[in-house]
C-alpha cells in the first residue's frame, strides 16, 4: 500500500500565483486533513474532511481552498500566494472518526517556497 | 481550550544515554495522548498512545512515556539512545469528544544524538 501521496515534493510560487497541492490516500480513510508546519510552531490544521463532498475550516484556513468529491482524494488549493504560505504542508489521513484514538497516517509532505 | 507544551526546542544526547523529552498538557477532560515523530524529509508516524487504562505506554524503538494526571504531563523516554532516533518529536493531545479538528500538537522538540 502507499498510505498518503502527496504531490509536489518541492515547489516555487511568485507572489499571487495560484496552485493545487495533491493529496491522495488508498487506505478507505473517510477522514482527511491539511496541516501546514512552520519552524517551531508545531502542526496547525489548515482544512479537514470527514467524507467525500464534506469539508470544514481548522484553525488556519484563510487563503486556502479544499475539495473532496471521492474517498482517495483531498487536494488543497492555494489562491493569491503570499509569502506567508511559505511552510511545509502535510496530509493525513485517519479511519475513524471524532478527535479520540484515531491514530493519522501522513504523507511525505510538500515544500512550497512563495516569493 | 486544551494546549500542548513542549519544554526544549532542542535536546542533545550522547549514544547510549537516556532520552527524556519533556510534554505537558492542558484539558478540561480526559485527554488522549500521543508522540510522533518525524525522520528529515518524511511526514510524521505515531510512537506511542495513551488512550485508557495503564498509564505506562510502550511504542515503537524502545520508547515509553506515562501518563501522569497530577502532573499533567506525558513525557518521553528511551534509555539508551541510537544514532537512529535523530528526528524530531511531537507531543499531541486531544479528547474523547470533539470534532476531528480537536487534535492539537506541541511545537516539537529536536533530538540530537552525539557520537
Known amino acids: 500500500n502507499a498510505g498518503v501521496t502527496q504531490t509536489p515534493k518541492f515547489r516555487i510560487l511568485k507572489i499571487g500565483q495560484s496552485m493545487t497541492l495533491q493529496c491522495a490516500q488508498d487506505?478507505?480513510?473517510?477522514?482527511m486533513y491539511w496541516y501546514r508546519q512552520d519552524p517551531g510552531m508545531g502542526l496547525k490544521l489548515i482544512y479537514y474532511?470527514?467524507?467525500?463532498?464534506?469539508?470544514d475550516k481548522g484553525e488556519v484556513p484563510n487563503g486556502y481552498n479544499v475539495s473532496r468529491s471521492t474517498t482517495e482524494d483531498f487536494p488543497l488549493r492555494l489562491e493569491l500566494a503570499a509569502p506567508s504560505q511559505t511552510s511545509v504542508y502535510f496530509c493525513?489521513?485517519?479511519?475513524?472518526?471524532?478527535?479520540?484514538?484515531?491514530?493519522?497516517?501522513f504523507g511525505a509532505g510538500s515544500r512550497l517556497t512563495v516569493l | 481550550a486544551q494546549s500542548v507544551t513542549q519544554l526544549g526546542s532542542h535536546v542533545s544526547v550522547s549514544e547510549g544515554a537516556l532520552v527524556l523529552l519533556r510534554c505537558n498538557y492542558s484539558?478540561?477532560?480526559?485527554?488522549?495522548l500521543f508522540w510522533y515523530v518525524q525522520y528529515p524529509n518524511q511526514g510524521l508516524q505515531l510512537l506511542l498512545k495513551?488512550?485508557?487504562?495503564?498509564?505506562l505506554v510502550k511504542g515503537i524503538n524502545g520508547f515509553e512515556a506515562e501518563f501522569k494526571k497530577s502532573e499533567t504531563s506525558f513525557h518521553l523516554t528511551k534509555p539508551s539512545a541510537h544514532m537512529s532516533d535523530a528526528a524530531e518529536y511531537f507531543c499531541?493531545?486531544?479528547?474523547?469528544?470533539?470534532?476531528?479538528?480537536?487534535?492539537?500538537f506541541g511545537s516539537g522538540t529536536q533530538l540530537t544524538v552525539l557520537p
Open positions: 493525513a489521513s485517519s479511519l475513524t472518526g471524532g478527535a479520540g484514538a484515531n491514530v493519522l497516517t
Open positions: 487506505m478507505n480513510h473517510n477522514y
Open positions: 474532511s470527514v467524507g467525500a463532498g464534506i469539508t
Open positions: 484539558s478540561s477532560v480526559p485527554p488522549y
Open positions: 495513551y488512550t485508557t487504562g495503564a498509564t
Open positions: 499531541a493531545v486531544s479528547f474523547s469528544s470533539g470534532s476531528a479538528r480537536q487534535l492539537t
